[in-house]
C-alpha cells in the first residue's frame, strides 16, 4: 500500500505560475473586471474581483477614462459588433434549423442515426444564441444609459459628435 500524498501549496503556486507565463508567452491576457463592472456582468450573481500587480494601472486608468465618451464609445462599439456577429450566427442557425425540419418531414433524416438530435441540437443552439443577443442587447443599454447619466450626449456615445 502506497501512501497518499497531496498537492503542496508551493507546488501548486509553481504549476500555477507556469501556466500564466504560457499564457503570457501565447498572447493571452487575462481578463480583468473593473470596479465598477460587477453589477453590470452578474446582478443576480456572485463574482469574485482579483486584480493582479501588473493589471493595477490598467484598471486605474480604465476607472480614469470612465469620464470620459470615448470609454463609452468604445463599449458602445464592441457590443454593437458582437450583436451583429452574434446576429449574423442566428441568422445561418435558422437557416440551418429549418432545412433539418424539412429534411426531417421528407423522411431524410430518418434512416439516418441522430437524425433528429440533430434538429434538436440546432434548436437549442438557437435558443441559447437568441438569449445571448439579448443579454448583448441589454448591457449595451446599460453601457449607453451610464454615458447618458455621466452626462454625455447621444451622439458623443455613438461616436457622431455632439448634437445641438
Do not use: C
Amino acid at each position: 500500500m502506497v501512501p497518499a500524498r497531496g498537492q503542496t501549496l508551493a507546488e501548486a503556486a509553481r504549476k500555477e505560475a507556469a501556466r500564466r507565463k504560457e499564457l503570457e508567452r501565447q498572447g493571452i491576457e487575462g481578463r480583468v473586471i473593473g470596479p465598477g463592472d460587477p453589477s453590470m456582468l452578474a446582478p443576480n450573481g456572485s463574482l469574485t474581483i482579483s486584480v493582479q500587480g501588473t493589471n493595477r494601472a490598467a484598471v486605474s486608468r480604465e476607472a480614469d477614462n470612465r469620464g470620459s465618451p470615448a470609454y463609452y464609445r468604445s463599449r458602445i462599439e464592441r457590443l454593437d459588433r458582437e450583436i451583429r456577429q452574434a446576429d449574423e450566427r442566428l441568422k445561418l442557425l435558422k437557416a440551418r434549423e429549418e432545412a433539418a425540419r424539412k429534411d426531417q418531414s421528407r423522411g431524410l433524416s430518418a434512416g439516418r442515426a441522430g437524425g433528429a438530435s440533430a434538429a434538436e441540437q440546432l434548436s437549442r443552439q438557437v435558443a441559447d444564441l437568441d438569449l445571448r443577443l439579448k443579454q448583448l442587447r441589454s448591457e449595451r443599454q446599460e453601457v449607453y444609459d451610464s454615458g447618458r447619466k455621466a452626462g454625455f450626449h447621444p451622439g458623443e456615445l455613438e461616436g457622431r459628435g455632439v448634437l445641438p
